[in-house]
């Protein structure tokens, strides 16, 4: 059975920092890049961050490049996304992704959510 379970959200003031963490089980992680999406109220839900199975390469939206990293571990199947110098902007439920395209099928499964609250 695929699992994803994020943790780590809450309320944090602007400036603050918060590191989300998404528990992989059920599929070869290491096989699978994972993403950080987001959706705020009203606004359609984008890509935040992605890094490829083996952890070597990483992208980011041009919104959070230089505040937030996302990491993964393939021992412990959890990728994480540590968020510095957060922003009112930055409000969001917070999801993690993992996919997977081979020549036959393309695999995506969802995590339930984390709710991050930036305000003062």
């Known amino acids: 059975q695929v699992r994803l379970v994020e943790s780590g959200g809450g309320l944090v003031q602007p400036g603050g920092s918060l590191r989300l963490s998404c528990a992989a089980s059920g599929f070869p992680f290491i096989s699978y890049a994972m993403n950080w999406y987001r959706q705020a109220p009203g606004k359609e839900r984008e890509l935040v961050a992605t890094i490829t199975g083996a952890g070597g390469s990483t992208n980011y939206a041009d919104s959070v490049k230089g505040r937030f990293t996302i990491s993964r571990d393939n021992a412990k199947n959890t990728v994480y996304l540590q968020m510095n110098n957060l922003e009112p902007e930055d409000t969001a439920v917070y999801y993690c992704?993992?996919?997977?395209?081979?020549?036959?099928?393309?695999?995506?499964?969802w995590g339930q959510g984390t709710q991050v609250t930036v305000s003062s």
């Open positions: 992704k993992a996919e997977r395209t081979t020549t036959f099928n393309k695999f995506n499964y």
